[in-house]
């Protein structure tokens, strides 16, 4: 795997523990969407939290 180092989690400070990359196919869209439209277009999922209510637990059953 390719990626971009974007953090490394470790309790010493140092160059060892967890680390965290950003894979290379999203640093190319980045790059490209940067190029194309100056700023990084992204994807809109349009999930909304609710409280469920009595009426909305029934639709759902």
């Given at each position: 795997m390719?990626?971009?180092n974007?953090?490394?989690a470790t309790s010493t400070g140092?160059?060892?523990g967890y680390?965290?990359?950003i894979p290379?196919?999203?640093v190319k869209k980045i790059m490209?969407?940067?190029l194309e439209f100056g700023t990084v277009q992204r994807?809109?999922?349009g999930v909304q939290i609710n409280n469920v209510t009595p009426i909305?637990?029934?639709i759902v059953n």
């Amino acid at each position: 795997m390719i990626g971009i180092n974007s953090a490394i989690a470790t309790s010493t400070g140092g160059y060892d523990g967890y680390s965290f990359a950003i894979p290379v196919s999203l640093v190319k869209k980045i790059m490209d969407d940067l190029l194309e439209f100056g700023t990084v277009q992204r994807g809109l999922l349009g999930v909304q939290i609710n409280n469920v209510t009595p009426i909305l637990r029934k639709i759902v059953n």
